[in-house]
């Protein structure tokens, strides 16, 4: 991982005769110009509800017609969509083009571009289809961050605080105030660290089969929740990824206090937190009926039930926790009271 936008230049300046952009409208309009060089590029639709086979067939069609080989290089420049679905797709291309990931919203940055998860959307599911490779090089610069709304920072806040609650109480209490203050500066530092959080969970268990999982905190809940609010609408305004995650992390804290100890104190404090998240959302919390189908289908689940990662304190998490539904039910309940 390399940090700095003249680092991202420099690359693409010594690889520019390789390499093919995959960006959406945005990231084009916005982000392409930095690069300061002509390269091959083109664009895939903006929105989750374009993370699909659908759009990987065209990402290949458009690589071939390139005359795309396993040298190119697939340079990723966008949010987690961008970023999941381009380097799925460029690892199923010739099986296995060179990528390279340059996320440009805070939420890829700490997230989908760091730990090797790509995959799309299959049938409403959420990363139903999907592999596990590192990219060749990921580029972290903070010029992107320049053109983002608040209300686009917060899906990256969240993940950063989910980061502090799972494992460190220090990083958890500097995020928060991202959270109270809605004009509190973002230190590059703290990226940085929420990043190593998340590497040092996938050093130790790249597949997903152990501590990794306690990444997944907040997510049961939030990609239920994320993938009902795709029927209604593609964009995925109402309810993005990280606002779904925000809610999820609240029920699966409310969980967390029935199951593996969480103090009540802390629940309230994760909640007094969230609460803007909370308020902001215009829609009615799902019911776990409407959630049902996503929630029995999400891929961590076994034989023994659905599985949760989540939290014995702020900064210890816990992982395959299977809940009751009735649990799940009561903390939904929980959730929508604080409307």
């Given at each position: 991982?390399?940090?700095?936008?003249?680092?991202?230049?420099?690359?693409?300046?010594?690889?520019?005769?390789?390499?093919?952009?995959?960006a959406?409208?945005?990231?084009?309009?916005?982000?392409?110009?930095?690069?300061?060089?002509?390269?091959?590029?083109?664009?895939?639709p903006?929105?989750?509800?374009?993370?699909n086979?659908?759009?990987?067939?065209?990402?290949?069609?458009?690589?071939?017609?390139?005359?795309?080989?396993?040298?190119?290089?697939?340079?990723?420049?966008?949010?987690?969509?961008?970023?999941?679905?381009?380097?799925?797709?460029?690892?199923?291309?010739q099986?296995?083009?060179?990528?390279?990931?340059?996320?440009?919203?805070?939420?890829?940055?700490?997230?989908?571009?760091?730990?090797?998860?790509?995959?799309?959307?299959?049938?409403?599911?959420?990363?139903?289809?999907?592999?596990?490779?590192?990219?060749?090089?990921?580029?972290?610069?903070?010029?992107?961050?320049e053109?983002?709304?608040?209300?686009?920072?917060?899906?990256?806040?969240v993940?950063?605080?989910?980061?502090?609650?799972?494992?460190?109480?220090?990083?958890?209490?500097?995020?928060?105030?991202?959270?109270?203050?809605?004009?509190?500066?973002?230190?590059?530092?703290?990226?940085?660290?929420?990043?190593?959080?998340?590497?040092?969970?996938?050093?130790?268990?790249?597949?997903?089969?152990?501590?990794?999982?306690?990444?997944?905190?907040?997510?049961?809940?939030?990609?239920?929740?994320?993938?009902?609010?795709?029927?209604?609408?593609?964009?995925?305004?109402?309810?993005?990824?990280?606002?779904?995650?925000?809610?999820?992390?609240?029920?699966?804290?409310?969980?967390?206090?029935?199951?593996?100890?969480?103090?009540?104190?802390?629940?309230?404090?994760?909640?007094?937190?969230?609460?803007?998240?909370?308020?902001?959302?215009?829609?009615?919390?799902?019911?776990?009926?409407?959630?049902?189908?996503?929630?029995i289908?999400?891929?961590k689940?076994?034989?023994?039930?659905?599985?949760?990662?989540?939290?014995?304190?702020?900064?210890?998490?816990?992982?395959?926790?299977?809940?009751?539904?009735?649990?799940?039910?009561?903390?939904?309940?929980?959730?929508?009271?604080?409307?």
């Open positions: 991982m390399k940090t700095g936008i003249f680092n991202l230049q420099t690359y693409v300046q010594k690889n520019q005769a390789n390499i093919i952009v995959l959406d409208e945005h990231t084009m309009n916005y982000c392409y110009p930095l690069l300061l060089e002509e390269v091959s590029s083109f664009i895939v903006y929105g989750e509800g374009y993370k086979l659908d759009s990987c067939e065209f990402i290949w069609k458009k690589l071939t017609e390139f005359g795309a080989t396993r040298e190119t290089i697939l340079l990723c420049l966008g949010g987690g969509v961008v970023c999941d679905m381009g380097a799925f797709a460029a690892g199923c291309f099986r296995g083009m060179k990528t390279v990931l340059v996320p440009t919203t805070l939420l890829a940055m700490v997230d989908a571009s760091i730990g090797g998860k790509n995959g799309v959307n299959f049938m409403g599911y959420k990363n139903y289809i999907g592999s596990f490779s590192e990219a060749e090089e990921i580029f972290i610069c903070d010029s992107f961050l053109t983002l709304s608040y209300k686009e920072k917060v899906n990256g806040y993940e950063m605080l989910k980061h502090g609650l799972i494992a460190d109480r220090l990083h958890y209490d500097q995020v928060k105030m991202l959270f109270l203050q809605e004009n509190q500066h973002l230190e590059d530092q703290l990226i940085l660290d929420s990043i190593a959080i998340k590497k040092n969970h996938v050093d130790q268990d790249f597949r997903d089969q152990g501590v990794r999982k306690r990444l997944n905190f907040g997510h049961t809940i939030g990609h239920a929740i994320e993938s009902y609010s795709l029927t209604i609408n593609d964009e995925n305004e109402s309810l993005s990824h990280g606002v779904s995650v925000a809610l999820g992390m609240i029920v699966e804290a409310y969980i967390s206090t029935k199951m593996v100890g969480l103090s009540k104190d802390e629940l309230h404090e994760l909640t007094m937190v969230l609460q803007r998240v909370v308020s902001g959302i215009s829609d009615d919390i799902p019911t776990y009926e409407e959630l049902k189908p996503y929630l289908k999400d891929k689940n076994t034989e023994q039930g659905i599985n949760c990662s989540l939290i014995a304190s702020i900064g210890e998490g816990v992982h395959d926790q299977y809940v009751d539904v009735s649990l799940i039910k009561e903390g939904l309940d929980f959730l929508a009271n604080l409307k």
